[in-house]
């Protein structure tokens, strides 16, 4: 279980981009944080594994507040967080399985990780999960020659290779046509069903947040102004996280 607890950040010249964010995320459940441009989504994602370092509040993950941990524990946590991004962030000039065992540099040494030093098993992992996000013909292929969909889905490939516990997912599917949406959203989907994955996803279009998530945060201002299971979420719930004056969440 991720617990966050009354985090807040500003950045330099005093712009406030979360103020008191508390939510929790559980195993095996997709939770889409929506809101409008500018809510604090991306902060607050980035919060997570400390990619920002953020003001003050908690970060409970794997029994651990991430914000407390030396340079050490924190690689270890990271190790356990996969992070998707919106521009993909692959090495264009690899094929797609290097791409992927980058995920497994976690694991090993700063010389065998230098010098591409990949187990055999670590080989036939990668082609695994490239065979699992529907990439099996392209595993050799650059990525530069890839599509966008097709990028996106060599990134959760080596996310995996890393084993996480957590998935966070930065609008991965801005720049995807709707097929490519589709097959990205199934796969994390499937993630959470199938590996008991929390994932928490980043998204700008609420009918796919409504299709596929379990839970919803809505972000306002950068404070929760909605957090309820999708189930029980209306469409004037949605339309209220929108309005520059939503209040904020109680509960």
Not at 5 to 22: A, C, E, F, M, Q
Not at 50 to 58: A, K
Not at 154 to 180: F, T, Y
Request: hydrophobic share 40%; proline share 2%; with cysteine.
């Amino acid at each position: 279980m991720l617990e966050i607890n009354k985090l807040s950040k500003t950045y330099d010249g005093g712009k406030r981009s979360l103020t008191d964010v508390s939510l929790i995320a559980k195993e095996g459940e997709v939770t889409a944080i929506i809101g409008p441009s500018g809510a604090g989504k991306t902060t607050l994602l980035r919060s997570i594994n400390q990619l920002i370092v953020d003001d003050s509040g908690e970060i409970l993950f794997d029994g651990q507040d991430i914000r407390k941990l030396n340079h050490r524990q924190l690689k270890k946590a990271r190790s356990k967080i996969g992070m998707i991004f919106q521009n993909y962030n692959l090495i264009e000039s690899l094929t797609t399985i290097e791409n992927v065992l980058h995920g497994s540099l976690a694991r090993k040494s700063t010389l065998a990780g230098v010098l591409s030093l990949y187990s055999k098993d670590e080989k036939q992992e990668a082609l695994q999960l490239i065979d699992e996000v529907g990439l099996a013909d392209f595993a050799f292929k650059y990525c530069s020659d890839l599509s966008g969909g097709q990028k996106q889905r060599v990134g959760i490939a080596r996310s995996l290779m890393q084993h996480p516990k957590m998935m966070l997912c930065d609008e991965p599917i801005a720049s995807l046509d709707p097929r490519s949406t589709t097959m990205v959203m199934e796969i994390l989907r499937r993630l959470a069903d199938e590996k008991h994955m929390m994932i928490l996803i980043n998204l700008h279009q609420v009918d796919i947040a409504k299709e596929y998530a379990d839970h919803i945060i809505g972000l306002n201002n950068g404070r929760i102004v909605f957090d309820s299971a999708t189930a029980t979420a209306t469409d004037r719930d949605i339309e209220n996280i929108y309005v520059s004056d939503a209040p904020v969440a109680v509960g």
